[in-house]
């Protein structure tokens, strides 16, 4: 057994298991609810119309529906889709952007589709997760976004009947609704600064501006309902776009583009707390200086979050941090041939292979 660190976007949970895609090995890693071991159930191999840089990941976000992995694109060109019980893995094509990186930054499910985010394309895309066909959701004459630059960044709010989302180089929150497809610009009256996302919670939005040190908070119909000040006076960041926002318990988390810490934010109490990583940031390494921490979740009434370039993971202890140790329980052992070439050169050995493209700590 192999004690590794690993990082990820997002966690999604089924049964007893949570399961999540390592940046590192394009893995699909299965982890036990109590986090004491894991492994890997699938590989997707690298893309090689894309160039491999070792600091940026191929994919990234990852959604399950019924027995299905569905799995967003960072630098790769295609999104995947994972079938574990044929054990078969596909891809699917859309429509091209002029950026390529980060084309789609969040995927909402509703009933059984996956609506996707745009972050540098300029579409939004709606994939049937029943029978894979993706086609694009109208903007009815608005424009969201001219691809040229970033559309959401952080959360979008997601709603029983649509989607709040910000975009950043249009400086507007718009609304899609799931029953016509429609979009609407909901942008405040006065509201004119660039937006690091929205969140819905306690029937109340939740938005942070890009450039300033403040939470505007908006009732239903999307009007002003008060700002709160982000005073923390130990916070290491001048750049004030998150590029999450989660709710855990009564609590609002942020988690930021260029700081060493996150914020943490009581919802009853209107406090905002820092929580130091007491990580050091790699300027030179764009998930670090970019998405210094790439998730945060609960488990277990636990707060944990994954450092993006290291994949370590932690967990929150009283605002202060603790490393955990994960355990590899089992070889990679599916039988389909997806194997992943770096440097041109094949990795069969298993100790080799999991060197190689995982954050190894010790031997057990």
């Given at each position: 057994?192999i004690n590794?660190?690993?990082?990820?976007?997002?966690?999604?949970?089924?049964?007893?298991?949570?399961?999540?895609?390592?940046?590192?090995?394009?893995?699909?890693?299965?982890?036990?609810?109590?986090?004491?071991?894991?492994?890997?159930?699938?590989?997707?191999?690298?893309?090689?119309?894309?160039?491999?840089?070792?600091?940026?990941?191929?994919?990234?976000?990852i959604?399950?529906?019924?027995?299905?992995?569905?799995?967003?694109?960072?630098?790769?060109?295609?999104?995947?889709?994972?079938?574990?019980g044929?054990?078969d893995?596909?891809?699917?094509?859309?429509?091209?952007?002029?950026?390529?990186?980060?084309?789609?930054?969040?995927?909402?499910?509703?009933?059984?589709?996956?609506?996707?985010?745009?972050?540098?394309?300029?579409?939004?895309?709606?994939?049937?997760?029943?029978?894979?066909?993706?086609?694009?959701?109208?903007?009815?004459?608005?424009c969201?976004?001219?691809?040229?630059?970033?559309?959401?960044?952080?959360?979008?709010?997601?709603?029983?009947?649509?989607?709040?989302?910000?975009?950043?180089?249009?400086?507007?929150?718009?609304?899609?609704?799931y029953?016509?497809?429609?979009?609407?610009?909901?942008?405040?009256?006065?509201?004119?600064?660039?937006?690091?996302?929205?969140?819905?919670?306690?029937?109340r939005?939740?938005?942070?501006?890009?450039?300033?040190?403040?939470?505007?908070?908006?009732?239903?119909?999307?009007?002003?309902?008060?700002?709160?000040?982000?005073?923390?006076?130990?916070?290491?960041?001048?750049?004030?776009?998150?590029?999450?926002?989660?709710?855990?318990?009564s609590?609002?988390?942020?988690?930021?583009?260029?700081?060493?810490?996150?914020?943490?934010?009581?919802?009853?109490?209107?406090?905002?707390?820092?929580?130091?990583?007491?990580l050091?940031?790699?300027?030179?390494?764009?998930?670090?200086?970019?998405m210094?921490?790439?998730?945060?979740?609960?488990?277990?009434?636990?707060?944990?979050?994954?450092?993006s370039?290291?994949?370590?993971?932690?967990?929150?202890?009283?605002?202060?941090?603790?490393?955990?140790?994960?355990?590899?329980?089992?070889?990679?052992?599916?039988?389909?041939?997806?194997?992943?070439?770096?440097?041109?050169?094949?990795?069969?050995?298993?100790?080799?292979?999991?060197?190689?493209?995982?954050?190894?700590?010790e031997?057990?």
């Amino acid at each position: 057994m192999i004690n590794i660190k690993l990082s990820m976007n997002n966690i999604v949970s089924d049964k007893d298991k949570l399961y999540f895609l390592a940046f590192s090995s394009n893995s699909i890693i299965e982890m036990n609810k109590d986090m004491s071991k894991c492994r890997i159930i699938a590989r997707i191999p690298r893309d090689e119309r894309v160039l491999y840089n070792e600091k940026l990941p191929l994919y990234e976000g990852i959604y399950l529906y019924q027995n299905k992995f569905f799995i967003l694109p960072d630098l790769a060109e295609r999104i995947v889709v994972y079938d574990r019980g044929r054990n078969d893995l596909r891809y699917i094509a859309y429509p091209d952007s002029k950026n390529k990186y980060t084309p789609f930054f969040r995927g909402v499910m509703h009933d059984n589709y996956l609506y996707i985010i745009p972050c540098t394309h300029n579409r939004i895309f709606r994939l049937n997760m029943l029978n894979e066909e993706i086609s694009e959701v109208g903007a009815n004459g608005i424009c969201i976004h001219s691809g040229e630059n970033v559309c959401a960044w952080g959360a979008v709010a997601e709603l029983r009947d649509g989607i709040a989302f910000t975009s950043m180089e249009q400086k507007k929150i718009f609304w899609l609704r799931y029953e016509d497809e429609t979009i609407e610009d909901m942008t405040p009256v006065g509201m004119n600064e660039e937006l690091s996302g929205i969140l819905y919670y306690k029937e109340r939005y939740w938005v942070i501006p890009k450039t300033t040190n403040r939470l505007i908070v908006l009732d239903n119909n999307f009007k002003i309902v008060s700002e709160k000040r982000i005073d923390v006076d130990n916070y290491k960041s001048s750049d004030w776009s998150f590029m999450k926002m989660q709710v855990i318990g009564s609590c609002i988390y942020f988690l930021p583009r260029r700081a060493n810490m996150f914020l943490k934010f009581n919802i009853s109490e209107e406090v905002f707390e820092p929580i130091d990583t007491n990580l050091s940031i790699d300027e030179e390494n764009r998930l670090d200086k970019f998405m210094p921490i790439s998730n945060v979740w609960e488990n277990n009434g636990q707060v944990f979050f994954a450092h993006s370039s290291s994949g370590r993971i932690f967990r929150v202890d009283q605002n202060e941090t603790v490393e955990c140790k994960m355990i590899i329980d089992n070889a990679y052992n599916n039988s389909y041939d997806n194997t992943i070439v770096y440097e041109n050169d094949e990795i069969d050995n298993l100790n080799e292979f999991i060197k190689s493209l995982i954050f190894v700590r010790e031997v057990i």
